[in-house]
Nanobody
Framework: QVQLVESGGGSVEAGGSLRLSCAASRFTYRYVAMAWFRQAPGQEREGVAAIGSLGSTTYADSVRGRFTISKDNAENTLYLQMNGLKPEDTAIYYC???????????????????????WGRGTQVTVSS
């Protein structure tokens, strides 16, 4: 089981920026996909950004153009650069990961939560107006 630890959350004013990090323990298999999800109070957890095993990216419509997901494979670290933050971005942000031994082409679970078998404990992001 891969261990994931998020960091970088905090409180900012609207229009500000934050950079989330997710440090992962060593992956066993070659095909690794990771993603950021978030859950606001009283709402279901939703996908924010995802990155496939070959680097393709997926963004929720609500964050496209403001957030950027990236992954440092050498450091096993996932990032989420969040710019132009809005109060509606307030939520707990979770990192998720999955790995596959083999894959036909790129492994891209996207926002399908049941595909991710490793989850972090979350980091709080609060955006004030």
């Amino acid at each position: 089981q891969v261990q994931l630890v998020e960091s970088g959350g905090g409180s900012v004013e609207a229009g500000g920026s934050l950079r989330l990090s997710c440090a992962a323990s060593r992956f066993t298999y070659r095909y690794v996909a990771m993603a950021w999800f978030r859950q606001a109070p009283g709402q279901e957890r939703e996908g924010v950004a995802a990155i496939g095993s070959l680097g393709s990216t997926t963004y929720a419509d609500s964050v496209r153009g403001r957030f950027t997901i990236s992954k440092d494979n050498a450091e096993n670290t996932l990032y989420l650069q969040m710019n132009g933050l809005k109060p509606e971005d307030t939520a707990i942000y979770y990192c998720a990961a999955d790995q596959m031994l083999t894959s036909r082409g790129e492994y891209v679970p996207g926002f399908r939560q049941n595909f991710y078998h490793s989850w972090g404990r979350g980091t709080q992001v609060t955006v004030s107006s």
